[in-house]
């Protein structure tokens, strides 16, 4: 028999209690891996909306916590095309709207000029086509709004209370831009009454492509301060900076930590709960290990591989569970414009880790105390 | 009766001055206790209920510590010893009264169970288990969880584990107190062999007069104290019995 087995074996002896155990600590790693990870899909989708399109700084009004609240003047995209070191700069309008007759909420609208780089990204599905300069009160649609809302080219949707038409419907590599509408910049700004504004610029700088990170992140800088002197209200801030600071996914962020902390706390309650339970009904055997000349150290390790292995049950089933959730849940419709439907390999082996740390944390006190009872006064106990 | 096996001459277990006061209820369990055991001797501790012969029994098998005095096992004081459980782990075998066997292994599993300190691997603990069962006369039942057995098999299942790791001592805490007479005498029966053949030193905690006379001496316990020995002729007959 091999001391694997042996533990195994004590697992076993008590079916129902460890089997609540495991799926107290499933449930904990599920919300943990669940949140967190819609929480890193939403920040990684909007990252790679822009690294797809290259861009290096995002240019908006200083101080600005959330992009859509400050405007800065379109007519500075000319400004900064002239600073050394631009290769391209693409101004755009961002609101959130809804359509509360389809009850979906917090969908994306961007405008966007007739010609811009900015459309290179969306593949038209057969049928459609991009805005023309002409096309006012006409929209693109993402394809999984355009499921949502039931529509097809020709048909009509409202948008800030008039109707447009839908010329296009287009696939995005993203859900967050797949789940948008697409408008020209000029409707936009009349739409948010912003007349000749944009929310911000994205800036592609000219870096060689073979250039070394440290010398594109030198570059960058250099080229961050030439823009901001054109202005002292702009901040020209990098992507991943950027990203990390827009207010909603910083929300989101810390909304998805909290609630995990308290789904963490719950289990590790649950874990230590089981492991005191466990040790204190076996205190007598444990005296019996000692007496016929176990040492410590092995009625611990005992233990702790006990709590190991329901640990690893427990993350194992929270993180098929997390990944299970959040893939129905991107095929909701309130939720499918905004949820990928993948869980980071890094945020699952987190939450794994975490259902580990929980389990082994839980067994030290427990494992400790029985292990350092004198053999007789364990062997007395009932 | 064979002697040849052991050098009775030589001290295993000495007791001087040994006592045990447990604080919390101010109880003096063992008071000024001294006495020695040689090796290869087989030993019987009696005395009434409360007179303080588990407590003895415990300190010689380091399973509590003396409040006083000092117990040296082959002439080494055990409170110099650093490391108790090595040292229970290769000199003595328990037995128990209430077997303490680990009810969700087989017999075969728990004899195993001491083993682990040793150094030998799966294969040769399951070979060496297999052994000592069939030693004790349970080789038909190595797959049994010890609930699948009678009270005499799990003692006798218990007394191989005692065996485990070749102890050179063993200690029996009331080994026949719940088990029926003929249970009873097959065990004591088997700790005859287990001195007889293997010379193993035996140290019996009872307060049945029938099991101290199977040993060579007794030792009487009488309120924390080592009353005056009795001259034990009984072993003799023992062996006249045996040898008729």
Same mark, same amino acid.
């Given at each position: 028999?091999?001391?694997?087995?042996?533990?195994?074996?004590?697992?076993?002896?008590? =079916?129902?209690?460890?089997?609540?155990?495991?799926?107290?600590?499933?449930?904990?790693?599920?919300?943990?891996?669940?949140?967190? *990870?819609?929480?890193?899909?939403?920040?990684?989708?909007?990252?790679?909306?822009?690294?797809?399109?290259?861009?290096?700084?995002?240019?908006?009004?200083?101080?600005?916590?959330?992009?859509?609240?400050?405007?800065?003047?379109?007519?500075?995209?000319?400004?900064?095309?002239?600073?050394?070191?631009?290769?391209?700069?693409?101004?755009?309008?961002?609101?959130?709207?809804?359509? %509360?007759?389809?009850?979906?909420? $917090?969908? #994306?609208?961007?405008?966007?000029?007739?010609?811009?780089?900015?459309?290179?990204?969306?593949?038209?599905?057969?049928?459609?086509?991009?805005?023309?300069?002409?096309?006012?009160?006409?929209?693109?649609?993402?394809?999984?709004?355009?499921?949502?809302?039931?529509?097809? +080219?020709?048909?009509?949707?409202?948008?800030? *209370?008039?109707?447009?038409?839908? +010329?296009?419907?287009?696939?995005?590599?993203?859900?967050?831009?797949?789940?948008?509408?697409?408008?020209?910049?000029?409707?936009?700004?009349?739409?948010?009454?912003?007349?000749?504004?944009?929310?911000?610029?994205?800036?592609?700088?000219?870096? &060689?492509?073979?250039?070394? &990170?440290?010398?594109?992140?030198?570059?960058?800088?250099?080229?961050?301060?030439?823009?901001?002197?054109?202005?002292?209200? @702009?901040?020209? @801030?990098?992507?991943?900076?950027?990203?990390?600071?827009?207010?909603? #996914?910083? /929300?989101?962020?810390? @909304?998805?930590?909290?609630?995990?902390?308290?789904?963490?706390?719950?289990?590790?309650?649950?874990?230590?709960?089981?492991?005191?339970?466990?040790?204190?009904?076996?205190?007598?055997?444990?005296?019996?290990?000692?007496?016929?000349?176990?040492?410590?150290?092995?009625?611990? =390790?005992?233990?702790?591989? !006990?709590?190991?292995?329901?640990?690893?049950?427990?993350?194992?089933?929270?993180?098929?569970?997390?990944?299970?959730?959040?893939? +129905?849940?991107?095929?909701?419709?309130?939720?499918?414009?905004?949820?990928?439907?993948?869980?980071?390999?890094?945020?699952?082996?987190?939450?794994?880790? /975490?259902?580990?740390?929980?389990?082994?944390?839980?067994?030290?006190?427990?494992?400790?105390?029985?292990?350092?009872?004198? &053999? +007789?006064?364990?062997?007395?106990?009932? | 009766?064979?002697?040849?096996?052991?050098?009775?001459?030589?001290?295993?277990?000495?007791?001087?001055?040994?006592?045990?006061?447990?604080?919390?209820?101010?109880?003096?369990?063992?008071?000024?206790?001294?006495?020695?055991?040689?090796?290869?001797?087989?030993?019987?501790?009696?005395?009434?209920?409360?007179?303080?012969?588990?407590?003895?029994?415990?300190?010689?098998?380091?399973?509590?510590? &003396?409040?006083?005095?000092?117990?040296?096992?082959?002439?080494?004081?055990?409170?110099?010893?650093?490391?108790?459980? $090595?040292?229970?782990?290769?000199?003595?075998?328990?037995?128990?009264?209430?077997?303490?066997?680990? %009810?969700?292994?087989?017999?075969?599993?728990?004899?195993?169970?001491?083993?682990?300190?040793?150094?030998?691997?799966?294969?040769?603990?399951?070979? =060496?288990?297999? !052994?000592?069962?069939?030693?004790?006369?349970?080789?038909?039942?190595?797959?049994?969880?010890?609930?699948?057995?009678?009270?005499?098999?799990?003692?006798?299942?218990?007394?191989? =584990?005692?065996?485990?790791?070749?102890?050179?001592?063993?200690?029996?805490?009331?080994?026949?107190? $719940?088990?029926?007479?003929?249970?009873?005498?097959?065990?004591?029966?088997?700790?005859?062999?287990?001195?007889?053949?293997?010379?193993?030193?035996?140290?019996?905690?009872?307060?049945?007069?029938?099991?101290?006379?199977?040993?060579?001496?007794?030792?009487?316990?009488?309120?924390?104290?080592?009353?005056?020995?009795?001259?034990?002729?009984?072993?003799?007959?023992?062996?006249?019995?045996?040898?008729?």
């Amino acid at each position: 028999m091999l001391f694997f087995g042996f533990v195994w074996k004590n697992i076993l002896r008590r =079916r129902t209690r460890s089997l609540l155990t495991v799926i107290g600590l499933g449930v904990a790693v599920a919300a943990v891996v669940s949140l967190v *990870g819609i929480s890193d899909s939403f920040s990684r989708q909007f990252k790679e909306l822009y690294d797809q399109r290259g861009v290096d700084l995002v240019v908006q009004r200083v101080g600005s916590s959330t992009e859509l609240n400050n405007g800065l003047p379109a007519a500075m995209a000319d400004q900064i095309h002239e600073v050394p070191g631009v290769a391209s700069v693409n101004g755009g309008l961002m609101d959130v709207v809804s359509f %509360p007759d389809h009850d979906i909420p $917090n969908v #994306i609208a961007n405008g966007w000029a007739p010609g811009s780089p900015l459309y290179d990204e969306l593949k038209i599905q057969p049928g459609g086509r991009l805005l023309k300069p002409e096309d006012h009160h006409k929209v693109l649609v993402g394809s999984v709004l355009a499921g949502n809302l039931n529509v097809k +080219v020709g048909d009509k949707i409202p948008l800030y *209370g008039e109707s447009a038409e839908v +010329v296009g419907i287009f696939d995005s590599k993203q859900v967050y831009e797949s789940g948008s509408v697409v408008a020209l910049l000029s409707d936009m700004q009349q739409f948010m009454n912003r007349p000749g504004q944009v929310t911000g610029f994205m800036v592609r700088a000219n870096v &060689p492509k073979d250039a070394m &990170p440290e010398q594109k992140t030198a570059q960058l800088a250099e080229l961050r301060k030439r823009i901001e002197a054109l202005d002292s209200s @702009v901040a020209a @801030v990098p992507t991943d900076e950027f990203i990390a600071s827009v207010g909603p #996914i910083k /929300l989101s962020r810390a @909304v998805a930590w909290v609630t995990s902390a308290i789904a963490l706390l719950v289990g590790a309650i649950g874990m230590l709960n089981t492991m005191v339970m466990s040790v204190y009904e076996r205190i007598r055997e444990i005296g019996t290990l000692r007496a016929i000349g176990w040492k410590k150290i092995r009625v611990i =390790r005992m233990i702790l591989v !006990e709590s190991l292995l329901l640990s690893i049950a427990g993350g194992t089933i929270g993180a098929i569970v997390a990944v299970g959730l959040t893939h +129905v849940l991107s095929h909701f419709r309130e939720t499918a414009g905004l949820i990928q439907g993948d869980v980071a390999p890094i945020v699952i082996l987190q939450g794994f880790l /975490l259902a580990v740390a929980i389990g082994v944390g839980g067994a030290i006190y427990p494992a400790y105390w029985g292990a350092n009872l004198r &053999p +007789v006064e364990a062997m007395r106990r009932k | 009766m064979s002697s040849t096996l052991f050098d009775s001459s030589q001290s295993l277990l000495r007791c001087e001055r040994v006592g045990r006061t447990y604080t919390d209820g101010e109880v003096t369990a063992l008071v000024d206790v001294s006495l020695e055991i040689r090796r290869g001797e087989y030993v019987a501790i009696m005395g009434p209920s409360g007179s303080g012969k588990s407590t003895l029994l415990n300190l010689l098998g380091t399973l509590d510590r &003396p409040t006083s005095g000092e117990i040296y096992f082959e002439d080494k004081p055990l409170s110099a010893l650093r490391d108790l459980d $090595n040292f229970r782990s290769r000199k003595i075998g328990f037995v128990f009264q209430s077997f303490y066997l680990l %009810p969700t292994l087989t017999a075969i599993e728990n004899v195993q169970i001491p083993m682990f300190e040793g150094s030998l691997s799966a294969p040769q603990r399951v070979r =060496r288990a297999g !052994e000592l069962l069939e030693s004790v006369g349970m080789s038909h039942r190595t797959k049994h969880l010890p609930n699948q057995l009678s009270v005499g098999e799990r003692q006798r299942v218990a007394i191989a =584990r005692a065996l485990a790791n070749e102890a050179p001592l063993l200690l029996a805490d009331e080994p026949t107190g $719940n088990l029926d007479s003929h249970s009873g005498s097959d065990v004591l029966d088997l700790f005859d062999q287990l001195h007889d053949e293997r010379g193993m030193t035996l140290i019996v905690i009872t307060h049945s007069l029938e099991v101290a006379e199977r040993a060579e001496r007794i030792i009487w316990i009488r309120d924390g104290r080592v009353a005056e020995e009795p001259v034990n002729t009984a072993p003799v007959a023992h062996h006249q019995r045996v040898h008729r």
